[in-house]
């Protein structure tokens, strides 16, 4: 790891693990990318910025400026001086005209990294420090800074950026858009890889053809969204999970944003990523800063997998701050499912008290515990405990679950207000909206407008307030509709077009202050299932509920769109009831258990009803989750075979950091008659040792129809084998494991999985 600066060759290489990423000044004036890769370590690099040939740079063919700005690969391009392709940078000044250009002045190498005021940002920590590259580029025309910076950590292949613009004129200027991060490269045969869906169906993989033109995902919503995710890579045509060169990008917020990838008239392509231009203004006004945030760039030789690996670990290194990171989360029980609105108190502690005998540990109370909220069209905004239907104070009712032995979690959604609720009948105007028009309703409800300091003031009174009067372990923050409307009655004329960027800062702040007043709080962030599920929230969560799509066979994919990115240790996943709720579907409470596991862990259902069945397997599973979770949540990914792709199955891994321990997840989603065995190969495990392989999952449908299916466990009943491993009996090397794979028998019906353990021996 490191940064240094060649003053001959006029560049900046930084290290980061087995990558590069080389900058290099062009004429003296333009910052420009030279390359981005696998480490090359020479100085002699720079020509890969193409100055030598046609059109030259501006000092030496001045008549063709224009040609320069239109093909230079510049690290920060901006607006308005002949760059036709995607810019960073739009600024308009004061009298109307747009057009920048910024030009090198000066630079510092910091040893750490500095914080990035207000926002979510990576850090460095003991174990991994980190350098920091500031860039100070100039437009004297505007009086305007630029700080481009890039920071790289001793653990970590990734390098992170961010750019600050300071206003040193005497002059307000506008800033109409403010991307963070640029990367160049020769376009040759490649694929764009996106992460789309809708509710319900959050991060699916999409994969496809770069074409020419500009191919982009975004967000309007004010939200990173259900339908497309703050993430864009560019890979080769062959690069799959193990090897190719893959170029990704994912940003650290949590708000509009959009990630492009463009590929111009020379096959050479830009990709780009920043706030969503649409709806944003900034007014900076002489002396005042704006920083823009931050963006994760990860380039990587071994494929998917690969680039998987160094966000996880990034991610957990270097951003998510939670005094849970490395603890094991309390089993939860969740009461939205179970009884949606309709529950009091004693309900609660019934359930608690049964969940208590199958070992979970703490009871979530979930959505209509405050003002009158038994639908869900009012009382947002009112946060006062609902004694009737609790049937006493909220500390009452906790003492009442702490008494069954449980811990306890309350539900909140504080970024919003009802219609129909004392909060808005009183302040109107706290509400985002429009002058003049009564604001879209969705789910019923409004935004608050966070941007106004009394309004994240009454916000966080009033959750700390609830906070402060029980003993409350855990709260989900949910969030359920998007921003429209867009308009602030706090905020002056000029401002307006700063609103959706400064809702987003107002959550980061009232989300500091909860953790700062409790530390120990385990905060869960949620939104309307996985709307929010990003970066720039991680920062202030552990844990971020996924979908509310609990379907164990929709959960797979969702599961590994999301899993591209983040540890499995982030995704909040429960164990529900069936039929699903969502699909109608019914899977096997074990399959249901199975894929929970490679997530947070809980229960979405009311204990007191499923059937007895079912409701004996979960000590088991209970049991699984304790025995797996230090693996799971701080072990090495490997995806080895997406449903999504073979539409048959479904096989992940996940394999301690020293590779004394793996566990292989299966899930057979349809059943084929009259079929082979299947051959799985296991990844990351150490190629030169040996490891007893065990399994687990019942076999819950053969033996009665005595059919001849996954041999392996098929004794004993199946609440007895839940939870249990049977020791193969044999002991296997890594490479037969890895290189000659192991056999599953086919499973006897549909949506059958299970677990496979390797210990070293
Ligand atoms: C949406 C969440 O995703 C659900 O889990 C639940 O908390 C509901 N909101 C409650 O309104």
Not at 2 to 12: C, Y
Not at 84 to 91: D, H, I, N, Q, S
Not at 322 to 345: C, M, Q
Not at 551 to 572: F, H, K, M, N, W
Request: with cysteine; net charge negative; aromatic share 10%.
């Amino acid at each position: 790891m490191g940064i240094v600066f060649k003053e001959e060759q006029k560049l900046f290489r930084l290290t980061a693990g087995q990558s590069e990423y080389v900058i290099g000044l062009a004429d003296d004036r333009y910052v420009g990318h030279v390359y981005f890769g696998r480490r090359i370590e020479d100085d002699g690099c720079g020509y890969l910025m193409r100055t030598g040939e046609m059109p030259y740079v501006p000092s030496i063919n001045k008549r063709e400026t224009g040609a320069f700005m239109d093909t230079f690969p510049f690290e920060y391009p901006v607006q308005g001086r002949g760059d036709y392709r995607e810019t960073c940078l739009v600024v308009r000044t004061q009298e109307g005209f747009r057009g920048c250009e910024l030009v090198y002045k000066e630079h510092r190498i910091l040893e750490g990294k500095p914080a990035l005021l207000g926002l979510p940002a990576t850090f460095c920590t003991e174990q991994g420090g980190g350098q920091t590259l500031e860039l100070v580029c100039e437009d004297k025309a505007l009086s305007l800074k630029a700080i481009l910076r890039y920071s790289v950590f001793e653990d970590s292949e990734a390098v992170v950026r961010s750019v600050e613009l300071v206003n040193e004129g005497t002059k307000p200027l506008y800033l109409e858009k403010v991307f963070s991060a640029c990367l160049h490269m020769d376009c040759g045969q490649r694929d764009v890889l996106t992460l789309n869906g809708a509710w319900a169906r959050e991060r699916h993989m999409e994969r496809r053809a770069l074409g020419y033109g500009r191919q982009q995902v975004s967000s309007l919503r004010g939200e990173s969204s259900h339908q497309e995710h703050p993430f864009i890579a560019v890979l080769d045509k062959n690069a799959d999970q193990d090897q190719g060169q893959v170029y990704a990008m994912h940003f650290i917020y949590s708000g509009n944003f959009a990630a492009q990838a463009e590929r111009s008239q020379f096959d050479s392509l830009r990709m780009t990523m920043g706030i969503h231009p649409e709806g944003f203004t900034w007014f900076l006004a002489p002396g005042e800063s704006f920083t823009a945030p931050e963006v994760v760039l990860v380039y990587s030789q071994e494929g998917l997998g690969g680039m998987t690996r160094t966000f996880h670990d990034l991610y957990r290194n270097h951003l998510i701050r939670s005094p849970y990171l490395h603890e094991k989360r309390p089993v939860l029980i969740n009461n939205w499912e179970a009884t949606y609105f309709d529950f009091n108190g004693d309900k609660l502690v019934h359930i608690a008290r049964e969940a208590k005998k199958r070992g979970i540990e703490m009871l979530v109370m979930d959505d209509g515990w405050f003002g009158c909220r038994n639908t869900d069209d009012n009382s947002l905004g009112d946060w006062t405990v609902n004694e009737k239907k609790l049937q006493g104070t909220l500390k009452n009712l906790v003492d009442r679950v702490r008494e069954e032995g449980l811990q306890f979690g309350i539900w909140f959604e504080p970024e919003m207000v009802s219609p129909d609720s004392r909060l808005y009948r009183e302040h109107p105007d706290w509400a985002i909206a429009v002058p003049g028009r009564d604001p879209v309703q969705i789910r019923a409800q409004y935004v608050l407008d966070l941007s106004r300091p009394e309004v994240q003031d009454y916000v966080y009174e009033a959750v700390a307030a609830v906070l402060r009067s029980a003993d409350i372990s855990y709260v989900k923050w949910d969030m359920n509709r998007q921003l429209t409307d867009v308009g602030s009655c706090y905020l002056a004329q000029e401002r307006q077009g700063e609103l959706l960027h400064r809702y987003v800062l107002g959550v980061y702040a009232l989300q500091e202050r909860l953790v700062t007043e409790f530390p120990r709080l385990l905060l869960e962030n949620c939104s309307g299932g996985g709307a929010r599920f990003d970066p720039g929230m991680l920062y202030y969560s552990p844990q971020i509920w996924c979908s509310d799509d609990t379907d164990a066979v929709e959960r797979l994919a969702i599961q590994e769109g999301t899993a591209l990115l983040y540890p499995l240790s982030t995704i909040g996943a429960h164990v529900s009831d069936c039929p699903n709720h969502i699909t109608g579907r019914v899977t096997p409470f074990a399959t249901r258990g199975h894929v929970a596991l490679a997530g947070t862990f809980g229960y979405e259902l009311d204990i007191t009803h499923i059937p007895e069945t079912d409701r004996m397997e979960i000590e088991g599973q209970v049991r699984l989750y304790h025995q797996l979770q230090p693996l799971v949540r701080e072990g090495d990914y490997y995806r080895i075979a997406s449903f999504g792709e073979n539409h048959r199955y479904d096989c992940w891994a996940v394999v301690s950091k020293d590779k004394g321990e793996a566990l292989m997840t299966y899930v057979q989603v349809l059943a084929e008659p009259n079929y082979h065995s299947r051959r799985l190969l296991m990844k990351g495990l150490d190629a030169d040792a040996w490891y007893r392989m065990e399994i687990s999952g019942p076999e819950y449908a053969g033996r009665e129809n005595n059919c001849p299916a996954a041999a392996d466990t098929n004794q004993g009943n199946q609440q007895e084998d839940v939870g249990r491993w049977k020791d193969s009996g044999q002991v296997y090397s890594g490479r037969l494991l890895m290189y000659g794979g192991i056999l599953v028998e086919t499973l006897y019906g549909d949506y059958a999985s299970r677990l496979f353990r390797f210990v070293r021996v």
